[in-house]
């Protein structure tokens, strides 16, 4: 709460939007998560591959990962295997006109080509090749049935 009985402000990451990967692999980040990054945390992001897009972090949100992870059971193989790839995250700061510059090795393994769509996922964004993000992104009648059985559980519907 903050003086007068209001909420503070939620910093969250939303929306989605379309953008262009100039010739250098820079990305322009929407103005929208640009200012959450600046409001809540810095200008650097972790940005992972992930499935079929690659997902953009907040340096301490990563951290936060990190930490958890450090404390996991490395007996387990899917563990050691899982650490292992989140390892490959790639520490990327924005430049000065709001852009980001992605490392070839993750625009590959993140299949990112020119058109871009970055979705806001709350506590981080992802980033994704809209010819890819327009084939799997959109929910079915099935998808929005269980949508609203999942809100219902979480006592939002």
């Given at each position: 709460m903050v003086e007068g009985g209001g909420r503070a402000p939620v910093n969250h990451f939303r929306g989605r939007s379309d953008?262009?990967?100039?010739?250098?692999?820079?990305?322009?980040i929407a103005t929208r998560f640009r200012d959450v990054l600046r409001r809540q945390y810095d200008e650097r992001l972790m940005i992972?591959?992930?499935h079929n897009c690659l997902r953009a972090y907040p340096l301490p949100q990563w951290e936060d990962?990190?930490?958890t992870l450090r404390t996991a059971d490395r007996k387990n193989p899917q563990m050691i295997k899982l650490i292992r790839w989140m390892s490959g995250a790639e520490e990327c700061s924005l430049d000065k006109q709001g852009r980001v510059l992605i490392p070839p090795k993750l625009r590959d393994e993140g299949k990112i080509r020119k058109e871009i769509v970055l979705s806001g996922m709350l506590t981080y964004f992802e980033i994704w090749d809209k010819e890819i993000w327009d084939k799997v992104s959109q929910p079915s009648s099935d998808d929005f049935n269980q949508f609203e059985e999942t809100l219902s559980e979480l006592g939002l519907f």
């Open positions: 953008h262009v990967l100039d010739d250098k692999g820079r990305l322009s992972t591959s992930w990962i990190e930490m």
